[in-house]
């Protein structure tokens, strides 16, 4: 490349990022999200479920007992487990499942849920009538499920007892000697690289496929339709410096996107490893080096095959039109990658496009570098983004993107 | 006898099966302004275009005095298009320096010829403001200082004066006459007779993808032996014109046939309109 083609491919780059940077709502789509969304995500999210959980304890919460003699510690039980419960008479039933003429009590709320219980000489028979769209009455049947199983187990307890049998070992008859996680040899870095290899390469290809649609449509379908392709394409640069700037610049944004994902993600994972929930995953210089580079081929052709797409619209709907759907290019093969297995997998599956890069980063991820795999998926990637960028020139090379609907 | 800057020979462009322009011969000398005259359909843009280098010719040759083809020698040329092609969320000055970065001038430069056109089309305050505000004229303004600031030999102007106001226009023709008298040379695009009078030194008549004369407006009227130039024009533009060549975008057979689909038929009668009602 010439000094005058590298200044000129410079400069629509730079112009394109400042252009695009200058529309706030941009910077929040940009920064701001892919920055929070991972902390929000693992972080947040579990803060407020707790508290929701917390919520739902205090609840004080009444029920009725429907019974022809409620078994002594059943009652017990019920007391200490934030219930007020009122006991009936068992209503004629064929079976105790069928609310009955109490349907309108559960479901006018004037109780949260009904128990029913019943003795059949050995054995009894029960039922829980409750409304599942309320949380109360899901929260009542809940409580009434655990002080029940708790229930169940004594009197199991006490049956074996009276038996004449040791109630540990007839109920745990085969046990884990020591520590069970002592037993995995995985190194817990490798675990966590599995986990994370469960997830991070799906994030990263969606988010860098639906990240650079809107910067590819406002560069080339949103400037045919403002009419200011034409004054650009009279300028002394070619079609190809052309695409090549408005690469750049696409590919600098969703770069930008991808690494403040990337950075909210490992906040998240460092804060969740404080807490013991997952650990920092070991990679070696050369995995690392070899997920930035399938990371950069990946989004050659993601951000090529976009702009080509976006080029080919004569505006912005059309190409959002387009481009939304497309991403499904994307999501499935991803997650079709979710479910491969890697324990000795066949070499072909590297050499299928986005399944190749995502198989790579998975592969990575766990710290597995094998030189057949990378070569099959390093090459394929190069051909696979050489062929979106020939399909993005040949778009920028058509005579009609001049034309525009306004 | 004036230098010749660009030579059309024999040009003709298609668009598919349609020919929007039909073996055009014309020379553009220095220092004289030229009007395209025509209908919209005529072929004055896609002439524009073929000129900017923007459109390749499906065959003739569009060169440079030196031989040169234009797509290869960009930095002769100052182009405004129709549509100003102005990027709303830069600053006037931002725009002009863009493309003159894209022609290699550098900005001090650039600054310098801006300053001075600005002056005359009293823009000056105007160039650190967000061209998203700007009214018509302004943009045109704008576009036309951005076509100047790389020092081109040659201007292509599209519809210049279209769709501003009166004092705009003035302004706008004023500065052109001026670049002329400095030695400039510009092609311009009108469908306003009366404008490419006053303008032009010399006015090309264009027609469904022809030139049907080329010459002063004195040679005009005696050629066609008429008293004014409206008369000129209606007797060599008798054949119906065409729509637009450019706007028949390709459409795919699924498009056009869901396009039909799901338009309603237009009603032909009061009748009808009222039933639909």
């Known amino acids: ?25 941009t910077i929040i789509a940009i920064i701001v999200i892919p920055l929070l969304m991972f902390p929000l995500l693992f972080i947040l999210f579990p803060v407020l479920l707790e508290s929701e959980a917390a919520e739902l304890d205090a609840l004080e919460l009444s029920i009725v007992v429907q019974t022809d003699g409620m078994p002594e510690n059943l009652a017990e039980n019920l007391s200490l487990s934030g219930m007020n419960y009122t006991v009936e008479l068992l209503p004629n039933l064929t079976h105790l499942s069928e609310p009955g003429l109490d349907i309108e009590r559960v479901r006018g709320s004037s109780t949260d849920a009904i128990l029913r219980i019943e003795s059949n000489e050995d054995v009894w028979g029960y039922a829980i009538i409750h409304m599942s769209t ?58 966590s690289g599995m986990i994370l290899s469960m997830f991070i390469p799906l994030v990263l290809a969606i988010w860098t496929y639906s990240s650079a649609i809107q910067p590819s449509i406002d560069m080339t379908a949103g400037e045919r339709e403002r009419g200011t392709l034409e004054a650009l394409l009279s300028l002394p640069c070619t079609r190809m410096e052309l695409l090549l700037g408005k690469w750049l610049a696409v590919a600098s944004i969703t770069g930008v996107g991808v690494l403040l994902q990337i950075f909210g993600l490992l906040f998240a994972i460092g804060y969740l490893a404080s807490s013991n929930f997952i650990g920092v995953p070991q990679l070696s210089i050369v995995s690392i080096s070899l997920i930035i580079v399938s990371i950069m081929l990946f989004a050659i052709m993601v951000v090529a095959f976009e702009l080509a797409l976006a080029m080919r619209s004569h505006s912005v709907k059309e190409a959002g039109s387009i481009l939304a759907p497309a991403l499904m290019l994307i999501l499935f093969p991803a997650l079709f990658t979710q479910l491969i297995n890697l324990d000795g997998i066949e070499g072909f599956w590297f050499a299928i496009p986005v399944v190749n890069i995502l198989l790579a980063l998975r592969e990575l991820l766990m710290n597995r570098v094998i030189t057949e795999h990378v070569i099959i998926w390093a090459i394929s990637s190069v051909v696979y983004a050489s062929l979106a960028a020939y399909y993005a020139s040949r778009q920028f090379n058509r005579e009609d993107i001049v034309t525009s609907l306004s | 006898m004036p230098k010749s800057l660009l030579s059309i020979q024999e040009v003709s462009k298609n668009f598919d099966e349609i020919e929007a322009l039909h073996e055009i011969n014309l020379e553009i000398y220095s220092g004289e302004i030229v009007g395209l005259v025509g209908s919209n359909g005529a072929g004055k843009t896609t002439l524009l275009r073929l000129m900017a280098g923007v459109y390749k010719p499906s065959k003739g040759s569009v060169n440079l005095s030196n031989g040169e083809s234009v ?75 951005r076509a100047l600031a790389h020092g081109p030999n040659i201007l292509l102007l599209d519809e210049p004066t279209a769709g501003l106001d009166i004092t705009s226009a003035r302004t706008v023709r004023a500065m052109v006459r001026q670049l002329r008298d400095e030695g400039g040379t510009v092609v311009y695009s009108t469908h306003q007779l009366a404008e490419a009078q006053q303008v032009c030194d010399r006015i090309v008549i264009m027609h469904n993808g022809e030139i049907r004369a080329d010459g002063s407006p004195a040679k005009l009227l005696s050629d066609t032996d008429t008293e004014s130039l409206e008369e000129a024009y209606v007797s060599l533009t008798l054949d119906q014109a065409r729509t637009r060549q450019e706007d028949n975008d390709k459409e795919s057979a699924f498009s056009g046939w869901w396009r039909r689909l799901s338009t309603p038929r237009t009603p032909a009668t009061t009748r009808e309109v009222m039933e639909d009602e």
């Open chain 2, 71 to 145: 797509t290869t020698m960009r930095h002769e040329l100052g182009v405004v298009p129709e549509s100003t092609g102005l990027y709303s969320r830069l600053t006037a000055w931002e725009n002009i320096r863009y493309h003159s970065r894209m022609h290699g001038i550098p900005d001090k430069v650039s600054w310098a010829r801006t300053e001075k056109f600005a002056e005359l089309l009293d823009m000056k305050e105007s160039l650190s403001r967000h061209t998203k505000g700007f009214s018509r004229g302004m943009r045109q303004k704008t576009a036309l200082l």
């Open chain 1, 134 to 191: 309320s949380e109360r009455s899901n929260e009542a049947r809940s409580r009434i499920l655990n002080v029940l199983s708790e229930w169940e187990d004594s009197e199991i307890r006490e049956r074996i007892e009276q038996g004449g049998m040791d109630v540990n070992t007839t109920l745990d008859p085969l046990r884990w000697d020591g520590e069970i996680a002592a037993g995995d040899v995985a190194t817990s870095g490798e675990q």
């Open chain 1, 1 to 25: 490349m010439s000094d005058g083609s590298f200044l000129r491919v410079r400069a629509i780059a730079k112009k394109e990022i400042v252009e695009f940077s200058r529309d706030w709502r």
